[in-house]
T-cell receptor, first 113, second 112 residues
Framework: QKEVEQNSGPLSVPEGAIASLNCTYSDRGSQSFFWYRQYSGKSPELIMF????GDKEDGRFTAQLNKASQYVSLLIRDSQPSDSATYLC?????????????FGQGTTLQVKP | DAGITQSPRHKVTETGTPVTLRCHQTENHRYMYWYRQDPGHGLRLIHYSYGVKDTDKGEVSDGYSVSRSKTEDFLLTLESATSSQTSVYFC???????????FGQGTRLTVV
């Protein structure tokens, strides 16, 4: 049974702080890792993807991947109230490049002004 | 987003009736997906398609069928709706050769 685990939260941080979101996965064969942001009542929006061990930065977002530990994280620097949302970790599975994803249940982030 | 649209956006139906949800894309992507989202379960893959008439099952395919007769349309059918199929259904297209899933607005389905 392939699984992706996230702490459901809520994670509460003050405005301007760094928010750290974590995710673990069970399938060692997974090759691609994604972070989606979902506002209440809206569809998931892709904000970061990472394929190789290490860090990947895009603006205020940094994704970190450690395949040996089967761990992926998302750091949000200078958190803003508009970052308040649920963040979904997703991991690819299956052979070939089919784009099939297993999602975690999501971590709710609250950024307080 | 204009690249992918789902219809209807909301539907209430009775137990035992058939229901079809439609996903339409304008971007000519090969891969398309149907997910359902439920509290406590997150997003789960129902079926996916890797081309016209090419489909396969996901994690939670029981009670669902799909069809893809044209690149742009991917239909999800509940043959006989049950209350356990009350959910929010998201269609997605696979951009970048299928590696990046881009989601439609969702369809909220209630089975009473």
């Amino acid at each position: 049974q392939k699984e992706v685990e996230q702490n459901s939260g809520p994670l509460s941080v003050p405005e301007g702080a760094i928010a750290s979101l974590n995710c673990t996965y069970s399938d060692r064969g997974s090759q691609s890792f994604f972070w989606y942001r979902q506002y209440s009542g809206k569809s998931p929006e892709l904000i970061m993807f990472i394929y190789s061990n290490g860090d990947k930065e895009d603006g205020r977002f940094t994704a970190q991947l450690n395949k040996a530990s089967q761990y992926v994280s998302l750091l949000i620097r200078d958190s803003q109230p508009s970052d308040s949302a649920t963040y979904l970790c997703a991991v690819s599975y299956g052979s070939g490049n089919t784009g099939k994803l297993i999602f975690g249940q999501g971590t709710t982030l609250q950024v307080k002004p | 987003d204009a690249g992918i649209t789902q219809s209807p956006r909301h539907k209430v139906t009775e137990t035992g009736t058939p229901v079809t949800l439609r996903c339409h894309q304008t971007e000519n992507h090969r891969y398309m997906y149907w997910y359902r989202q439920d509290p406590g379960h997150g997003l789960r893959l129902i079926h996916y398609s890797y081309g016209v008439k090419d489909t396969d099952k996901g994690e939670v395919s029981d009670g669902y069928s799909v069809s893809r007769s044209k690149t742009e349309d991917f239909l999800l059918t509940l043959e006989s709706a049950t209350s356990s199929q009350t959910s929010v259904y998201f269609c997605a297209i696979g951009r970048q050769g299928g590696t990046e899933a881009f989601f439609g607005q969702g369809t909220r389905l209630t089975v009473v």
